[in-house]
């Protein structure tokens, strides 16, 4: 090869090196064709091995020849790779670019039921009582029978529920209440006994806004001598000044009836929001209703075996939804299920 054929090399490599370069279809095509004209088998080397063999007058040109064919390729082969790089992040879509910045770790907290529940059973602790928790699939005797709710009894029929088949002769089901927690507590302990029962019950409703299959209950239970409705009231009383936070907190009794306590009585607080002037909350009433209490019934204690003679009780329960739609101004009961992040990141 002389000088000549050199330049003449280079020149139509050139040509080819470029047009190849704008050929490559992928990013794998680009590399190969990087190699084929800038690699150890190109026009390039094998004019660099021949410069050896040139005049000293001729080396220089030569040399300058292969560096200009050198930057012509390299040049062409970096503009080419940038154009495929931006299609193929193109392709991949905004979500996979992982030079992108993240979007930073969320901390997560406790669901506003279940901060309502550790709320209320520090209260309770706090009063001198033990939580007590009991099983969410229950049978007929604890959900129904022991608490004086006998088969065909009407209180069955408000507290419709989701029966499971087992196989076995008694029915078994989504427990409707937190009250077997109550039998199971004094079948198992020996008075007296002061327990509050936190959990998760179950009925046959349509979900609204104000029903919902699935809610959480609390109720008390205490079992001593000598316990009348005055430590019942007394002992709401406590627990919705320090619920509500406001020493002012009033409550209302009202005749009511349930199979398992006898007096029963519906339990509502004055209005913290409006302090008995009216308001949203408190349907313009003054008074919010709460739940249900009274004295446990003495048929009660003879189905669990506790002499009704030598020891009274008392009982009292809420859902916990409903003391957090109150606290907070909540509407729909449905909210605290959808698993909406918009609203559980709120609270
Ligand atoms: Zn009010």
């Known amino acids: 090869m002389n000088l000549a054929d050199a330049l003449a090399l280079l020149e139509r490599s050139a040509a080819e090196a470029a047009a190849a370069v704008v050929g490559a279809a992928s990013l794998d095509d680009l590399a190969s064709v990087e190699r084929d004209w800038l690699g150890k088998r190109s026009p390039a080397t094998a004019v660099n091995e021949a410069i050896k063999t040139f005049g000293p007058d001729e080396r220089p040109r030569a040399g300058q020849a292969v560096g200009a064919y050198r930057a012509a390729v390299t040049d062409a082969v970096a503009v080419r790779r940038s154009e495929l790089e931006a299609a193929a992040a193109a392709d991949r879509g905004p979500g996979l670019d992982l030079t992108l910045g993240g ?153 009511d009836f349930f199979p398992y306590t006898e007096p029963s009585a519906e339990l509502a607080v004055s209005c913290v929001f409006c302090h008995q002037r009216g308001c949203r909350v408190c349907s313009h009433t003054g008074w919010i209703e709460l739940g249900g209490c009274g004295m446990v019934d003495p048929n009660v204690f003879v189905q669990v075996g506790i002499d009704p003679e030598e020891w009274q009780g008392f009982a009292f329960g809420f859902g916990l939804e409903r003391i957090a739609m109150i606290r907070y101004g909540i509407d729909e009961i449905r909210t605290f299920f959808d698993n909406d992040q918009r609203f559980l990141e709120q609270y």
């Not at 059973?121 to 229950?138: H, K, M, N, Q, S």
């Not at 709710?149 to 009407?154: D, E, F, M, N, R």
Request: hydrophobic fraction near 35%; proline fraction near 7%; aromatic fraction near 8%.
């Open 103 to 255: 979007h930073g770790a969320v901390r997560g907290h406790l669901h506003l039921v279940t901060q309502i529940r550790r709320e209320l059973e520090d209260i309770f602790v706090g009063l001198g009582y033990r939580i007590a928790e009991g099983p969410e699939v229950e049978d007929d005797w604890h959900n129904f029978e022991a608490l004086n709710i006998p088969p065909a009894h009407p209180a069955r029929s408000m507290q419709d529920t989701l029966y499971i088949e087992l196989g076995r002769p008694e029915q078994v089901m989504l427990r409707t209440h937190t009250s077997p927690v109550q039998i199971r507590t004094m079948e198992t302990q020996e008075p007296p006994i002061y327990v509050v029962a936190p959990g998760r019950t179950y009925r046959n409703e349509t979900l609204d806004a104000r029903h919902s299959p699935a809610f959480h209950q609390m109720e008390c239970l205490a079992v001593d001598r000598g316990l009348t409705m005055a430590d019942l009231f007394g002992t709401i009383e406590a627990f919705a000044k320090r619920l509500f936070d406001d020493e002012s907190v009033r409550t209302r009794f009202r005749s």
